[in-house]
């Protein structure tokens, strides 16, 4: 069976909580820095820097209260935007995370910087930004546990049966069903990868000639993490009486579809990956889908009961889909 993309039916609400949590710590992170920097107001310099270049010098200088005023406006910009963005794309749950990282860093780092310039004060801008990147991956990583979905929020399961022409295996009923495949990556996954990576390894380099070494270790970190995740990519996809689940070096778990939360399975084909998910990995779809997308061609898609449809790029996806719904039938 081959499906096309369709609007999403009767959308599950992404939850308040994907909302709220990231602009309430955007707000934290603006009247904690505000209060701190009015508390060493008098030990201030009427002017202080505002930026500085990979050798740690300053080339940049605004009074207090103009920096005070940089800070707010940037961190209600950056959480309020990013927030926006993801209500707009359906994708609060997924911009959370990153929403609430960037306000952390970018408090940290310009809060910071201006109570570095405090008398008597030996703070080092490196290891305020190192400090700051990694408060900033710390909090996102811990709102990601917070606003991920839970089983409270998977719809209910379908009562309905498989639409016509939905393809399943003629198998004993007793006997142990399951399939076991991959991701397939398509050159221009291995383009994009490139295309990503380069700029950060010649950034991390200049960095580090330069004489910005903490700066150049959070991008180094950062650098190892995006590889990680990108060759993760590439990784194993299981369809069982559990359900769906593609993962990368079989414990990032990129997508898992509980089997009562699926209505029916088919094969959908992706002519233009840039075009139809905006980019490779775990995107959202212009339809509304969800989808891991590793190439361009057929793929599995799992159509959710009062939820969007789940999208990836598997080896073999009609049989695929043949196992998911001979197990919906199974279900009864």
């Not at 361009?296 to 043949?322: F, H, M, N, S």
């Amino acid at each position: 069976m081959t499906s096309t993309a369709t609007p999403p039916r009767d959308l599950a609400p992404e939850p308040a909580r994907a909302t709220w949590i990231p602009l309430a710590i955007a707000a934290l992170v603006a009247v904690a820095g505000l209060v701190a920097v009015l508390a060493v107001r008098a030990e201030l310099p009427d002017v202080v820097a505002t930026h500085w270049g990979p050798s740690g010098r300053p080339d940049g200088f605004s009074s207090v209260t103009g920096s005070i005023g940089f800070a707010l406006v940037l961190l209600a910009a950056t959480s309020i935007g990013l927030t926006l963005v993801g209500r707009a794309l359906h994708a609060a749950r997924d911009m959370a995370p990153a929403t609430s990282g960037a306000a952390v860093f970018l408090g940290g780092t310009v809060w910071g910087s201006i109570l570095a310039q405090r008398q008597g004060s030996s703070a080092s801008i490196d290891g305020l930004l190192l400090g700051s990147g990694v408060a900033g991956v710390v909090v996102g990583a811990l709102v990601w546990l917070v606003v991920r979905r839970r089983d409270s929020d998977l719809p209910e399961a379908h009562s309905g049966g498989l639409p016509a022409g939905a393809p399943t295996l003629d198998v004993p009923e007793g006997a142990r069903l399951a399939w076991t495949g991959r991701t397939r990556v398509s050159r221009g996954v291995v383009i994009f990868s490139i295309v990503t990576l380069v700029p950060l390894v010649v950034l991390t380099v200049w960095l580090a000639v330069a004489g910005g070494t903490g700066v150049a270790v959070f991008v180094g970190v950062l650098l190892v993490v995006l590889i990680a995740l990108l060759a993760g990519m590439a990784g194993p996809v299981t369809v069982d009486a559990r359900g769906v689940t593609a993962s990368g070096f079989g414990f990032i778990r990129w997508v898992h579809v509980p089997l009562e939360t699926i209505e029916s399975a088919g094969v959908q084909t992706i002519e233009y990956p840039l075009g139809e998910y905006r980019g490779y990995g775990r995107r959202r779809g212009v339809d509304g889908s969800v989808a891991l997308v590793t190439s361009a061609g057929p793929a599995l898609r799992l159509e959710r009961a009062r939820d969007t449809p789940v999208v990836i790029t598997v080896d073999d996806p009609a049989r695929a889909a043949a196992v998911v719904n001979t197990l919906i039938q199974r279900r009864g």
